[in-house]
């Protein structure tokens, strides 16, 4: 069993919830970088791998089995499994660097000012890692639970919290896009989720966010964000960010044309 007491110093104890399906593949790297943490939830959607042995290996995790709700609702459950106020959301492909590690724990420590800290991802991306060097985005992961909850998002459910929010320097990994294949796969599951929740908006202009977002999509990623110090690797990625982009409006508008159509299908071959 693996137990890594290094937050018995700290003033405030730390949560860690992590939502698991045949995760097998990256759970150990993500567990053995908040082993140090005093409770570790992991809330499984029945896996069919080795996912339940490895997280059964950290003897301050507890596992915990459930039928997939949605990823809002799934980790919201998760999260109400904590024991402690402060709570780290981690997904099962990413992992705290040595510095986040340290930068939390110190934070911890101290005590937190604020109800929440955005933190910098590192994304692989297909063949490398994502360089420093460009603009990583940010991610609300570590908060107090009391002020805060997961999104009901059909996709990239995330936690809401109360002001303040600040940003803390722990950049952690994400290992989830190993090739364009994966990337490709998941902007397609990714955007049909959010045609329902766009329908329900009456997100309007389709048509014109169609025509114009892509490209600016690709200019904001390959430009702004800086993706282009990550060669061709950077190149590809800006272009399926474009490509997500036009998929977003693209299905969303479909759906439009089906509804339109209704049950009348007598012209169809």
Same mark, same amino acid.
């Given at each position: ?27 150990? #790297?993500? *567990? ?10 992991? *809330? ?60 939390? $724990? ?11 800290? #955005? ?20 991610? *609300? ?31 952690? *990994? ?80 479909? $759906?439009? $044309? ?12």
């Amino acid at each position: 069993m693996i137990n890594v007491n290094a937050e018995r110093d700290t003033g405030e104890p730390l949560s860690v919830f992590i939502t698991t399906y045949n995760n097998g593949g990256t759970l150990a #790297r993500c *567990l053995d970088s908040v082993a140090w943490a005093s409770d570790i939830v992991v *809330l499984d959607s029945f896996s069919k791998d080795d996912t339940l042995d490895i997280a059964r290996r950290y003897d301050q995790c507890r596992v915990e089995q459930a039928t997939f709700a949605g990823y809002g609702p799934q980790k919201q459950a998760a999260l109400e499994l904590t024991r402690h106020r402060w709570v780290l959301l981690l997904d099962a492909d990413e992992a705290l660097t040595a510095r986040a590690q340290e930068r939390i $724990q110190a934070l911890l420590h101290t005590g937190p000012q604020a109800n929440g800290y #955005r933190l910098p991802r590192i994304e692989q991306m297909f063949w490398r890692m994502q360089s420093e060097s460009s603009r990583l985005n940010t991610f *609300l992961r570590l908060f107090d639970k009391r002020h805060g909850r997961i999104s009901d998002m059909p996709v990239h459910a995330a936690p809401e919290v109360e002001a303040p929010v600040e940003e803390l320097d722990a950049p952690f *990994l994400h290992f989830g896009e190993v090739d364009i294949h994966t990337k490709v796969d998941k902007i397609n599951h990714y955007s049909t989720g959010l045609v329902e929740d766009k329908a329900r908006r009456r997100q309007g202009l389709v048509r014109t966010r169609m025509l114009l977002y892509p490209p600016f999509a690709f200019l904001r990623s390959y430009l702004f964000k800086r993706q282009f110090v990550n060669g061709w690797a950077g190149f590809i990625a800006s272009v399926v960010t474009a490509f997500y982009a036009f998929l977003k409006y693209a299905k969303l508008y479909e $759906q439009r $044309q089906d509804g339109d159509r209704g049950e009348d299908q007598s012209e169809l071959p």
